[in-house]
């Protein structure tokens, strides 16, 4: 359970996108290309958003940004309005978001101050936790069983410098392997390529869930750091990012954000609870 203190620096982070839910939304809504929302997502960052069925974008935030662009059809007056979506990966989603690529980033995307200079970001969607994964028969028990071992993480993910933090302080002198995504790392750690694989716990605990031996890896109960995730969009976009934040906000009230949250974090094969954390931020958008 996270501490409020901490709570209090995740929502001041989010804070630096909108500091409180409208209902209506001030100026004029505009979309990088006339008549079609460009949406960005990951396709492998289950069960945030991932290539589902035919390759489909799928998952818990395109549930959730589906509303969204619902709303955005009610809002434009445009029923017909056309959704393209495009493939991100965790070191080109920011730049794909500034340039004006995509119009909503629809993934996994941790809020950090860093991150927050460069672009605005909705109401927290999810809390999670930076986390060590390794395979259970390792030896490895703790953060400082590390010491000159491989690890492995994402290009541009927020568990690089949490770990290279706890590097410097403890004087692991961790060997950092980076890789393009999930798979790729997770991959690593199977065929024992690396020692550890450190991303968000939420991730990790879903890749070990549906590996063919669950049961063959461990995540260390250590944290690395904590943050919200949200939906990641342009700083010059803030009709749309009230917009956002507005039905983010409905969801709640309706029921259906725990609707969809449900579908994707308690099925019958993975069980990750709602943290208390999101629970009150449900209850109090924003605040």
């Not at 009709?239 to 259906?256: F, I, N, R, Y």
Request: hydrophobic share 40%; glycine share 6%.
């Amino acid at each position: 359970m996270r501490s409020d203190k901490v709570r209090v620096l995740a929502i001041a982070l989010a804070g630096m996108m909108a500091n409180a839910v409208a209902a209506e939304t001030g100026g004029q809504l505009k979309l990088a290309k006339p008549g079609t929302i460009t949406i960005g997502y990951r396709d492998a960052s289950q069960p945030f958003s991932f290539a589902g069925a035919q390759h489909q974008p799928a998952g818990y935030t395109i549930d959730l940004c589906g509303a969204v662009i619902d709303a955005i059809r009610k809002e434009l007056g445009q029923p017909d309005l056309k959704v393209s979506y495009v493939p991100v990966s965790s070191s080109d989603r920011i730049a794909k978001v500034k340039e004006g690529a995509i119009d909503l980033e629809c993934g996994s995307t941790s809020v950090t101050a860093q991150r927050a200079t460069e672009v605005a970001f909705s109401t927290p969607i999810f809390y999670s936790d930076t986390k060590v994964m390794v395979r259970a028969d390792a030896g490895i028990r703790n953060i400082a069983d590390l010491k000159d071992k491989r690890v492995i993480v994402n290009q541009g993910a927020s568990g690089a410098p949490a770990l290279a933090k706890a590097d410097l302080d403890q004087g692991l002198h961790i060997q950092f392997v980076k890789s393009h995504d999930n798979v790729e790392s997770f991959g690593a750690l199977q065929q024992k390529k690396v020692d550890a694989f450190v991303h968000d716990d939420v991730q990790l605990a879903q890749l070990a869930a549906t590996a063919s031996n669950p049961k063959g890896f461990v995540l260390l109960k250590e944290s690395l750091a904590s943050d919200p995730i949200a939906i990641m969009l342009r700083k010059d976009n803030k009709p749309l990012q009230q917009l956002v934040d507005a039905t983010l906000t409905k969801l709640s009230a309706s029921g259906e954000f725990t609707k969809i949250y449900s579908k994707w974090f308690l099925t019958p094969t993975f069980k990750f609870p709602m943290s208390d954390s999101l629970k009150r931020e449900l209850k109090n958008p924003g605040k």
